[in-house]
DNA sequence: TATTGTTATACTCTATAACTATA
DNA sequence: TATAGTTATAGAGTATAACAATA
């Protein structure tokens, strides 16, 4: 039993939820995943729309929507630039920020629902589990996870 | 250590690399995401459009608008239902169908490079987890699981 | 009256290409 | 010349609502 493909499937079906479950969520807040992924990588400041389209691997094109979408809806401002007058700092409203601290709120406690009652040795054997797949599906595709950020929600 | 949101970050790291894995696999083949999940549904034999609108959870007018992409690039055909002239029968054509049988394959050969040497022990720890897992998220999304297919590609 | 699938319309995410302003 | 961001255009996925044909 354990065959490679049951347990495949199930870390399929541990993504569809993840997403679903996400996605639910970001709905009710008036937020999109992508437009979250863009929030969620202001939690440190201010940031350039080159800066977040190379960090999302997205289109600079597609930041411009995005960045529409988050100020038509109140979550962030375009600021400008102090040093480069091309540039503009994407920064969240004060609404935005709250709106973030409560996702990453959010995040931790379903860290805790999820896995917060694990045994250490479940635990540490999950990880290391999902560790080596990462490895794996990485060397697959060939990323080099270079100049991103933290994990997107 | 193994704090649970790691465990939680490491999950979605995962499940984002694998939904990577998955695109540039389809997109060789002419294929979208959301366009092979229908064509997995037609893996047991055609299917009417409704009946794949309820198994993958979307509008009855989506079905239509994957079915128009599928039919325009030789994936599958509408052929008339036998006993109800109001439904069409969503059918593989011989390229959709060979196709299919090799994206099944290439489902069996991921999981392999993924877990196929996994020791016995790890491999069970690993599913059960996941199985915990898929519980919960269950649970907290009030999904009952009923009328789905096998798991989406 | 209920069901199957369609046309009509709209919103989001994504991409490429051409352009403006600035460096 | 190169970079930051935009307008223009296009394709995909999703949704609701109104409608036709059939059950």
Same mark, same amino acid.
């Given at each position: 039993?354990?065959?490679?493909?049951? *347990?495949?499937?199930?870390?399929?079906?541990?993504?569809?939820?993840?997403?679903?479950? *996400?996605?639910?969520?970001?709905?009710?807040?008036?937020?999109?995943?992508?437009?979250?992924?863009? %929030?969620?990588?202001?939690?440190?400041?201010?940031?350039?729309?080159?800066?977040?389209?190379r960090?999302?691997?997205?289109?600079?094109? *597609?930041?411009?929507?995005?960045?529409?979408?988050?100020?038509?809806t109140?979550?962030v401002?375009?600021?400008? #630039?102090?040093?480069?007058?091309?540039?503009?700092?994407? *920064?969240?409203?004060? #609404?935005?920020?709250?709106?973030?601290?409560? %996702?990453?709120?959010? #995040?931790?406690?379903?860290?805790?629902?999820?896995?917060?009652?694990?045994?250490?040795?479940?635990?540490?054997?999950?990880?290391?589990? %999902?560790?080596?797949?990462?490895?794996?599906?990485?060397d697959?595709?060939?990323?080099?996870?270079e100049?991103?950020?933290?994990?997107?929600?």
């Amino acid at each position: 039993m354990a065959a490679p493909e049951a *347990t495949l499937d199930l870390l399929l079906e541990v993504s569809s939820l993840l997403g679903a479950d *996400t996605r639910r969520d970001l709905e009710r807040r008036g937020l999109t995943e992508s437009r979250t992924h863009l %929030l969620w990588l202001l939690a440190e400041g201010p940031r350039t729309q080159q800066h977040l389209a190379r960090a999302m691997r997205v289109a600079p094109r *597609t930041v411009t929507g995005l960045v529409d979408g988050l100020t038509a809806t109140g979550f962030v401002s375009r600021e400008p #630039h102090p040093d480069d007058r091309r540039a503009v700092l994407v *920064t969240p409203t004060a #609404h935005g920020a709250e709106v973030l601290a409560d %996702l990453v709120d959010g #995040h931790r406690r379903l860290a805790d629902q999820l896995f917060g009652d694990l045994d250490e040795t479940d635990a540490e054997s999950l990880t290391a589990s %999902l560790r080596t797949v990462v490895g794996r599906l990485r060397d697959l595709i060939g990323d080099d996870d270079e100049d991103r950020g933290e994990a997107s929600c």
